[in-house]
């Protein structure tokens, strides 16, 4: 029972990597018209190795105090070996010794760019090809990035900074971190076996950092307790720290970048397919599914597998698809008033270190059944095709969809507070 049960789960889980498509535009439509970064000043570009030199010993003893922290704080945290801390004494590979510490992949390119808002292009400035920002195995024919290069010293806005780190976590930060991934990081970094993520994808490795299921029943944790292994508060908690250290000690370009890296797990849990293994399946039939499979009968089961899959897939496409249009048409709407509403802020309740898993998720894992239903409906009145890339179903779409729009809209609108919510404790004083 137990190793079926914890298949059935492992295969419904991650198929995609991101929530909510492309971080950065959703940034830019969630913070715009947050005053704290309107009237901000521009920052500098500033090369990392530089604020790692400059504030070494204040970056070190931060990290050992969040070490401390996450230890007694953390549920299921696998504490960080040792031999991992930076060095007392800097070494001559300052960024391998701080990513190391953090246990980021020490592959990422950690590129110098920023996205502009689709429609904005800057078609003029250089721009770097995708994979030379991404690694290998977050590359996918579907990205529509454009990464337009700045050089150290150059003066940006905060807002660019902040929404362009928002998307970068998905560039490889938490790829192949676990001891049965490939690569030479797994081994020293603590993290044990992965403890779920759809293999089919490559970059599936990352899921437990960027998927939190913390609103499971008892007796699904019983039976699966890998689900409780997952880490997206503990990054949100390390990048806000970081970003917090880097505004204090005078490295802004580094506060708002860091700051977005956190953003991006914060944004992650407000998709409900990254707070629900299995949405719309309640525990009873979970457990019917399960006794079906074992009697031989798994034809249930796998199609409510393939259907959560194709439902996570096919609602990204169509809201990033729309969001695009409405943004090249560039007429006020529901979808971009939903982002950009302040008036949300308030129900919320003070963000804690707490506030992804009490908060967050919680949320999305209550909106999951309804949105997944809706979904369905959806696509019951327009076949979904079975290649994400071709993208036929979508360029067909008249997005006329008011039930399942109501609850788009609504789950961006909490994409947008929590995200406000999110930086403003990052840049309080
Ligand atoms: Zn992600």
């Known amino acids: 029972m137990k190793l079926t049960f914890l298949l059935l789960l492992l295969c419904g889980t991650a198929p995609m990597a991101w929530g909510w498509s492309n971080h950065t535009v959703g940034s830019y439509l969630a913070l715009q018209d947050l005053s704290a970064l309107h009237n901000a000043p521009q920052v500098e570009v500033e090369p990392l190795e530089q604020f790692l030199a400059q504030q070494y010993e204040a970056v070190s003893a931060l990290l050992e105090e969040q070490e401390q922290f996450a230890r007694e704080h953390f549920a299921q945290y696998p504490p960080r070996p040792d031999n991992l801390r930076l060095p007392t004494v800097p070494g001559d590979n300052l960024r391998h010794d701080f990513l190391t510490a953090m246990r980021i992949n020490p592959q990422i390119h950690l590129a110098m760019v920023i ?133 204090a000690t005078g490295h802004p370009y580094w506060g708002y970048r860091f700051l977005g890296w956190g953003l991006h797990h914060v944004q992650d849990l407000t998709q409900p397919y990254h707070a629900k293994p299995l949405p719309g399946v309640e525990l009873a039939s979970l457990l019917l599914l399960e006794s079906k499979a074992l009697a031989g009968f798994d034809a249930d089961k796998q199609a409510a597998i393939e259907r959560v899959a194709t439902r996570h897939m096919e609602v990204e496409k169509y809201q990033s698809t729309w969001l695009r249009r409405l943004l090249r048409e560039g ?20 963000y804690s270190v707490d506030y992804l898993l009490e908060v967050v998720s919680a949320e999305s894992a209550d909106a999951s059944a309804a949105f997944d239903e809706a979904i369905g409906q959806w696509l019951d009145t327009a076949p979904a095709t079975s290649d994400f890339s071709a993208g036929n179903q979508v360029q067909r779409e008249d997005f006329d969809h008011p039930a399942l729009n109501r609850q788009l809209f609504r789950l961006l609108g909490h994409f947008g507070a929590h995200s406000r919510i999110y930086v403003s404790t990052g840049l309080a004083p």
Do not use: C
């Not at 996205?115 to 995708?130: N, V, Y």
């Not at 003066?155 to 930060?173: N, T």
């Not at 979808?335 to 129900?347: E, G, H, T």
């Open 115 to 247: 996205q502009p808002l689709p429609g904005k292009d800057l078609a003029e400035r250089e721009h770097l090809k995708t994979e030379q920002v991404m690694v290998e195995q977050t590359l996918s024919p579907w990205n529509r990035q454009r990464f337009i290069r700045v050089a150290d010293g150059e003066k940006v806005a905060p807002l660019a900074v902040l929404a362009s780190a928002a998307d970068e976590p998905d560039y490889g930060h938490d790829i192949n971190l676990f001891s049965d991934n490939p690569g030479l990081v797994g081994a020293l970094y603590g993290f044990g076996p992965q403890s779920f993520g759809d293999a089919r994808f490559q970059y599936s490795s990352q899921a437990p950092f960027h998927m939190g299921f913390f609103h499971e029943s008892e007796v699904v944790y019983a039976a699966a307790g890998f689900l409780q292994r997952s880490w997206p508060d503990w990054r949100a908690y390390q990048y806000r720290g970081l970003a917090r250290l880097a505004f």
């Open 331 to 350: 007429q006020p709407h529901p979808m971009l008033k939903a982002y950009a509403d302040l008036v949300q802020d308030v129900r919320y309740p003070p």
